[in-house]
C-alpha cells in the first residue's frame, strides 16, 4: 500500500495544473511578494489547516500553529511572527482559532506523563485555574473540555492584547483587531466567540505600555 508521502508530489502537480486552470497567473502573481491582511494562530492538529476551513487561498492568511494555538511571552518563534505581521505586512485582523475536541486541551485536563510537552501543557491548566469555578460546575467532560476550548482561546487573545507588540500597533494608530474563533472538527463549522478586542481600553492599567 502506498503511504501518503508517496502521493504528496502527485497531489502537488495535480494541484498546480488545476489552480493554473482557474488562474493562469496564480504563481505570477504570488511570487511578487506577500500582503496577507490576517494572522492566524491556530493549533497544530491535522484536521484544522486555516486555509481550507476559510475557503482563503495561498497569500492571503499568514500562518502561525502550535499545539492548542497558546500565545505564551517567551516563545520567540510566535513573538517573531508575531512583530513581522504586525510590523512588516501590516496584518488588520489576527484569529486565534481554538477547536473542539483538541488534543493538546484533552491531555491538559489529564495528569498523564507525557514528557517535555508537560511544560507546554501547563499553560493551559493555568486557563483551567483561573476559570475553574466555571469550568468544574460543567458535569458532562466533553462539554467541559468544549468550554475550556473556548476560554483557552479567550486568554490567548487576552495574552496578544497585553504584548507590547499589539499595544505599540494601537499606541500608533494602526488599525489592529484581535479576534477569538473556535472550529468544530465535527461539523466543519467555524464560530466567532464574541471577544473581539480592537483596543487597550479593556486592559488592567498595570498591563499598559505608555506611549515612549
Ligand atoms: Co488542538
Not at 499568514?62 to 513581522?84: P, Q
Amino acid at each position: 500500500m502506498r503511504s501518503t508521502y508517496d502521493k504528496i508530489f502527485e497531489g502537488n502537480k495535480k494541484w498546480v495544473s488545476d489552480t493554473l486552470e482557474r488562474d493562469p497567473t496564480f504563481f505570477e502573481n504570488l511570487s511578487r511578494g506577500q500582503k496577507p491582511p490576517i494572522l492566524w494562530i491556530g493549533c497544530s492538529d491535522s484536521r484544522v489547516p486555516a486555509n481550507e476551513i476559510t475557503g482563503t487561498l495561498p497569500g492571503e492568511i499568514f500562518v502561525h500553529r502550535n499545539i492548542a494555538n497558546m500565545v505564551i511571552h517567551t516563545d520567540m518563534s510566535m513573538l517573531s511572527v508575531l512583530d513581522y505581521s504586525v510590523n512588516i505586512l501590516e496584518v488588520t485582523d489576527i484569529i486565534v482559532c481554538g477547536h473542539y475536541g483538541c488534543g493538546g486541551v484533552l491531555a491538559a485536563m489529564d495528569n498523564k506523563p507525557l514528557g517535555i510537552v508537560e511544560n507546554w501543557l501547563r499553560h493551559i491548566k493555568d486557563v483551567y485555574r483561573l476559570h475553574q469555578r466555571e469550568l468544574d460546575e460543567i458535569k458532562n467532560e466533553e462539554l467541559r473540555a468544549n468550554r475550556l476550548v473556548e476560554l483557552n482561546v479567550i486568554e490567548q487573545v487576552y495574552d496578544l492584547t497585553k504584548s507590547s507588540i499589539v499595544q505599540n500597533a494601537w499606541l500608533n494608530k494602526k488599525k489592529l483587531a484581535v479576534h477569538g474563533l473556535v472550529y468544530d472538527v465535527k461539523n466543519g463549522i467555524l464560530n466567532d466567540l464574541h471577544a473581539t478586542v480592537n483596543d487597550s481600553s479593556e486592559l488592567p492599567k498595570y498591563y499598559l505600555v505608555d506611549k515612549k
